[in-house]
Nanobody
Framework: QLQLVESGGGLVQPGGSLRLSCAAS????????LAWFRQAPGKERERVSC??????DYVDSVKGRFTISRDNAKNTVYLQMNSLKPEDTGTYYC????????????WGKGTLVIVSS
């Protein structure tokens, strides 16, 4: 059964760091797109970053601060978030796309990140 489970969220002060994990089961990371999205209260879900093989991309607002990576042996994708800002607050979701970073066909349940002093 295909499953994505996010973890690593929490409360952090501005300027701090968190590392989110997305553990995948029921499929391997090869040949699929894994993306991180986030949704702030009252706002639409926004794609933050995506990875497939050696390809990665980031939304402009997180470039230079966030890094997406994966560990094939653990079948896990990570999002290292540094220099966090209050506007990074939201629920972060991991999504799997078969054909692109935009057409997501499987979602995790999300992990909450709050950046506040």
């Amino acid at each position: 059964q295909l499953q994505l489970v996010e973890s690593g969220g929490g409360l952090v002060q501005p300027g701090g760091s968190l590392r989110l994990s997305c553990a995948a089961s029921g499929f391997t990371l090869d040949y699929v797109y894994l993306a991180w999205f986030r949704q702030a209260p009252g706002k639409e879900r926004e794609r933050v970053s995506c990875i497939r093989g050696a390809y990665t991309d980031y939304v402009d607002s997180v470039k230079g601060r966030f890094t997406i990576s994966r560990d094939n042996a653990k079948n896990t994708v990570y999002l290292q978030m540094n220099s966090l800002k209050p506007e990074d607050t939201g629920t972060y979701y991991c999504g799997r796309g078969t054909f692109s970073c935009y057409n997501i066909n499987s979602w995790g349940k999300g992990t909450l990140v709050i950046v506040s002093s």
